[in-house]
Nanobody
Framework: QVQLVESGGGLVQPGESLRLSCVGSEMNFRLYSLAWYRQAPGKQREQVAR???????NYTMSVQGRFTISRDNAKKSVILQMDNLKPEDTAVYYC?????????WGQGTQVTVSS
């Protein structure tokens, strides 16, 4: 069982930045693919960015060029650097760890972008 804890959410103005962090408890953290998802009110949860255990990265089109995902296996963490935030980025952000058909989720952190 992987325990994931997110932090770093908050309220920012359009154009500002936030850095989300997710720390895991699993000793073999490096084997997991990791992803950030978000869910806005009334919408389905969507994958924002993913980084495989091989380091391969992909982003959803709407955040391409603004968000950066990275991982530090020694620290058992995955980071989402979010720049040039827009009001439509407002959502609860979740990290997910995946291995062998199993998914583990964090509790989520709220990101609100508003002037």
């Amino acid at each position: 069982q992987v325990q994931l804890v997110e932090s770093g959410g908050g309220l920012v103005q359009p154009g500002e930045s936030l850095r989300l962090s997710c720390v895991g408890s699993e000793m073999n953290f490096r084997l997991y693919s990791l992803a950030w998802y978000r869910q806005a009110p009334g919408k389905q949860r969507e994958q924002v960015a993913r980084i495989g255990n091989d380091g391969f990265i992909n982003y959803t089109m709407s955040v391409q060029g603004r968000f950066t995902i990275s991982r530090d296996n020694a620290k058992k963490s995955v980071i989402l650097q979010m720049d040039n935030l827009k009001p439509e980025d407002t959502a609860v952000y979740y990290c997910k760890a995946h291995l062998g058909g199993y998914n583990f989720w964090g509790q989520g952190t709220q990101v609100t972008v508003s002037s």
